[in-house]
């Protein structure tokens, strides 16, 4: 999203925001329920919060239409242009890091938020559908689940 941006730079950020925040920016768009308010189900949407949910959509158009007034502005060269924005397949919730330093995001905000790692999988796939279906954003593909797996999280002794 840039430095414009209230959280950050994606998805993710809303995912990882704690929920003891002191930003109120984070803390509105905070996606993910405290482990006290998540209500039983089998849908993933019980771990998310939905007036946070909402809020990140119209953030993340806010920022699309905004980009698309600077493509589409009269001094642009690129006015028309179709836009193609990089999606992710399917992330793959774990714990491993994506380079010294980097990571792991998922794994350490689903722990955090005592999400059952079963349940890892599934939500990262409801939540990268969510977004093109709530948004005017077309997408060439959903995330599916036939053939991911899941590892199971690495124990401190295998570190």
């Known amino acids: 999203m840039g430095r414009d ?3 950050g730079n994606d998805l993710f950020d809303t995912i990882l925001t704690p929920a003891d925040t002191p930003d109120p920016a984070k803390a509105a768009l905070r996606l993910l329920q405290t482990p006290a308010n998540v209500p039983v189900g089998t849908s993933m949407s019980k771990y998310v919060r939905p007036g946070a949910w909402t809020a990140f959509l119209d953030m993340i ?3 699309f239409e ?3 007034a600077r493509r589409d502005d ?3 060269q690129s006015k028309g242009i179709p836009i193609f924005v990089h999606t992710y397949n399917c992330p793959q919730p774990r714990n491993a890091s994506a380079g010294p330093g980097i990571g792991p995001w998922l794994c350490r905000a689903y722990t955090t938020y005592q999400i059952p790692s079963s349940d890892w ?3 990262t796939t409801y939540l990268i559908n969510q ?3 709530a948004s005017r954003i077309r997408t060439s593909a959903p995330c599916t689940l036939s ?3 899941i590892p199971r ?3 401190q002794q295998e570190h």
């Open 5 to 7: 941006s209230p959280v």
């Open 61 to 63: 158009t806010k920022c």
């Open 66 to 68: 905004a980009m698309i």
């Open 74 to 76: 009269p001094n642009s």
């Open 121 to 123: 999988l599934p939500l």
């Open 131 to 133: 977004w093109p279906q």
């Open 147 to 149: 053939g991911a797996s």
């Open 153 to 155: 999280p690495r124990t």
